[in-house]
């Protein structure tokens, strides 16, 4: 396996290898990424390869630095310039104008470019090393679960990928949230960062994409992060009678619940951050088991929480 801690040496190979045109899978502090070069397009080829990703999905397109966004993005409105300001380096995607030195195939033949500049020492790292901004899917099979850990790459992806930097569990577990900027503001994908707190710098953001900007977000496609096992969200635990927990698991908020094959528990203090962390990675334990079905415990729609929740409902509808 590809495998290798992310030490200084690895670093400058992974930065080395992307200049000439690699994959190469690195941590981020949302989930991991799947990086090639943003301004080859033959080596953004082989990242959609990879994932078996349709060409419709547009990527994220990382930087290190405010000189890189100007080389991805043709200019920087207010409203993104102040999200700028308060989120980032942090898990804030923006959508913006792009700059023509983009493929389209980067950007599935919008305009518009999808940016973040990661908040992870290893991310920021591989990216000044590289000298150039990576293109970076989460690291998964598309549609499949999101890997939180170096081994989820290993074993969903493994040999395909030219690299896999590892640095241990990503700190938020689930990915960034996405606000399109141009040509309104509009929230496309919950995530680490809670609506709430965007709509606090640029007020009100909509919700709906009209059909002429779609489709711009497959993460929101119905069924996205889903496992193998079928998943049904479950709001009262105490209703799922026994003879429906024998050959299940469950995915619990704060407590355990009897009689299931297997359960994980995603935060016994009731902390959504802890929850969000653990989502992924319990899913990808529990849906190794085998079982029937996997009894997702609704969590509290707040905060973090929402993001959890739409990846839970995705990844439940059958
Ligand atoms: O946390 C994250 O954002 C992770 C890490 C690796 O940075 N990346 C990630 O990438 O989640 P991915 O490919 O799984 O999700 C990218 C999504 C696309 O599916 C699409 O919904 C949206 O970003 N996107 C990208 N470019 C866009 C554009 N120009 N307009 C609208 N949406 C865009
Ligand atoms: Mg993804």
Request: charged residues 25%; proline residues 9%.
């Amino acid at each position: 396996m590809p495998v290798v801690p992310a030490t200084t040496e690895h670093l400058d190979r992974a930065a080395a290898l992307l200049r000439g045109g690699a994959v190469v899978a690195f941590p981020t502090e949302t989930v991991y990424g799947l990086g090639a070069s943003a301004f080859d397009a033959r080596a953004v080829a082989r990242v959609f390869e990879i994932k078996a990703r349709p060409a419709f999905d547009p990527l994220i397109v990382h930087v290190a630095d405010e000189a890189m966004l100007a080389r991805v993005a043709e200019d920087i409105p207010p409203d993104a310039r102040a999200l700028i300001e308060r989120f980032w380096p942090g898990p804030l995607t923006l959508v913006v104008r792009k700059r023509p030195e983009i493929p389209d195939l980067v950007t599935a033949g919008l305009g518009t470019v999808a940016v973040r500049m990661p908040a992870h020492p290893v991310a920021r790292a591989l990216i000044e090393r590289a000298g150039i901004p990576l293109a970076a899917p989460s690291a998964n099979p598309f549609g499949y679960l999101s890997p939180t850990r170096a081994e989820h790459v290993a074993r969903m992806l493994g040999e395909r990928v030219d690299l896999i930097l590892d640095a241990g569990s990503a700190e938020h577990g689930v990915e960034s949230t996405i606000v399109m900027i141009e040509p309104r503001p509009v929230l496309l994908r919950h995530g680490a960062i809670a609506a709430a707190d965007i709509e606090a710098v640029i007020g009100r953001l909509e919700r709906e994409l009209s059909d002429e900007h779609k489709p711009l977000a497959p993460g929101r496609l119905p069924q996205h992060y889903a496992p193998h096992t079928p998943v049904r969200v479950v709001d009262t635990l105490a209703r799922v009678p026994q003879s429906e927990r024998a050959d299940a698991a469950l995915l619990a908020f704060r407590a355990p619940a009897p009689g299931y094959r297997a359960v994980r528990v995603l935060s016994s203090s009731g902390d959504l951050r802890e929850a969000a962390a653990h989502l992924f990675e319990y899913l990808h334990e529990l849906d190794a088991l085998g079982v029937a079905r996997i009894d997702a415990e609704r969590v509290p729609h707040e905060g973090i929480g929402i993001a959890i929740m739409d990846r839970l409902a995705r990844a439940g509808h059958a």
